[in-house]
């Protein structure tokens, strides 16, 4: 029973009933201030991808999707729509049917990208909002299900992908030997587990199942720029679907384990692979959804290979990247991740024809398929209908490559290109660096 002012409000179902307690339990000043601070102008319509592929939709607004939550808050916790639910159109969920509406909403027409909070004169982040209700939701069972799978992946195995210890460390010994015979160098190494080194470096699953190269491309300059590295066992996963479902413990949970993997084998740095969503959750929530006093300063792997490069560490010729190349912020790296320059400054010294795309750095537009959407197969084909405004963006820079320092925009953007049969291909930040890197004596 939900005690209310005037009356006594009796929920109709068990999972409405635990919906309303979870939400008296997190609501937090952040998220009230954006419950409470629209005052709905209708400027952040013109922010979203959803909104703009789909200009005569309501529902595609930020400001809507974020109704949709607000109404609840008003009439369970706010004054107002307690006394007045009328006049400020609060209301209950009715059914389960609902909750389950709102989980479509929150989850399948949202990507979190955060142009709207950026665009919104009163500071309102309805991507905050979007991923508290996605918490909620998520904790009494009402999640997609391909988000289902991937949480209880990571719970259970401690990576989203579910890769064994034997898959990983055989990934990682083959990676070593396709380079030692490449270069012709049988000293160059992918350590694991060795300790005291200047940085443990973490990376994405999707790298050891579908993408090793970036691991053998990593290892390639660190080895030219002559670092002691290596990467943990246990705990060098980096990506974190607790950003995504909206489940705090589960983000506490992964980011724990890389945090402690590193203090383990006394590293002096954390480096993180290129992801947009792992860079956000290790370098910035992790330590407060871990409750976690980090000693260890973190980076992401961009920021390192700049300074090398500046430092003269290893060296580099653009001329060997001659193809046009255009940047794609990931929304986790530019806009809540604070990383805007150094991947541009990094294309400066490795390529030779760089293409700024219009919009850029906080007013880029998400692959479409942020937010944890690729994972969801029932909401793709929305997603690649509202990828056309990146499509437009893609294609007006004339650009054959798309450069994007994020695995999860590798794919996004992948889907998008093979989608709308763009002649551009997708590759990152290191891949072109190890391109141009000179390996010679
Ligand atoms: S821009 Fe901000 S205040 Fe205006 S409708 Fe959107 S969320 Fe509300
Ligand atoms: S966070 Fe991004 S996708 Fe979600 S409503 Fe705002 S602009 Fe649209």
Not at 248 to 274: F, M, P, Q, T, W
Not at 332 to 360: K, Q, T
Not at 386 to 404: E, H, M, N, P, R
Request: with cysteine.
């Amino acid at each position: 029973m939900i005690e209310g002012r005037l009356k006594v409000y009796e929920p109709k179902t068990d999972n409405v009933k635990k919906f309303l307690d979870l939400l008296s339990q997190r609501i937090n000043r952040q998220i009230v201030s954006s419950m409470v601070g629209c005052v709905h102008c209708g400027m952040c319509a013109d922010s979203c991808h959803y909104a703009l592929a789909r200009p005569d939709d309501p529902t595609m607004t930020p400001v809507w999707k974020a109704d949709q939550i607000r109404r609840i808050f008003k009439r369970h916790l706010d004054w107002t729509g307690r006394i007045f639910p009328w006049w400020v159109h609060a209301r209950y969920p009715a059914d389960d049917e609902e909750l389950n509406r709102l989980k479509n909403i929150v989850f399948g027409t949202c990507s979190a990208c955060r142009r709207c909070t950026f665009n919104c004169p009163m500071g309102v982040d309805t991507a905050a909002l979007i991923s508290f209700t996605r918490g909620l939701l998520t904790e009494i069972g009402i999640v997609p299900e391909g988000i289902f799978n991937v949480c209880r992946d990571e719970w259970e195995t401690g990576n989203q992908m579910a890769v064994t210890e034997a898959d990983y460390l055989e990934t990682l010994k083959w990676m070593k030997e396709e380079l030692q015979a490449e270069l012709e160098i049988s000293e160059i190494e992918i350590p694991v587990d060795k300790p005291d080194c200047d940085f443990m470096y973490v990376i994405n699953p999707r790298e050891i199942k579908f993408d090793p190269r970036s691991i053998a491309n990593a290892a390639k300059i660190f080895h030219f720029a002559g670092e002691r590295w290596t990467l943990p066992s246990w705990g060098w996963d980096q990506t974190n679907f607790g950003l995504f479902s909206g489940d705090d413990n589960l983000g506490g949970y992964k980011a724990k384990n890389v945090y402690e993997a590193a203090k383990k084998l006394h590293a002096k740095r954390i480096v993180i692979s290129e992801c947009g969503h792992g860079y956000r959750a290790t370098r910035w929530e992790g330590y407060n959804w871990a409750n976690y006093d980090q000693k260890l300063p973190t980076e992401s792997v961009i920021v390192m290979l700049l300074r090398y490069i500046k430092e003269g560490r290893i060296k580099v010729d653009p001329a060997r990247n001659p193809e046009p190349v255009t940047f794609h912020d990931s929304c986790n790296i530019a806009r809540s991740g604070g990383l805007i320059e150094e991947p541009r400054w990094a294309l400066d010294y490795v390529c030779s024809d760089f293409r700024e795309m219009h919009p850029n750095r906080l007013e880029n537009f998400c692959c479409a398929g942020g937010g944890g959407l690729l994972s969801m197969a029932e909401y793709r084909p929305l997603r690649l209908e509202v990828g056309k405004i990146k499509v437009d963006q893609l294609k007006a820079t004339g650009a054959k490559l798309v450069c994007t320092m994020c695995h999860n925009c590798v794919d996004g953007l992948a889907d998008l290109i093979k989608h709308y049969k763009l002649n551009m291909k997708v590759v990152q930040v290191l891949d072109l660096a190890a391109n141009a890197l000179i390996t010679e004596k």
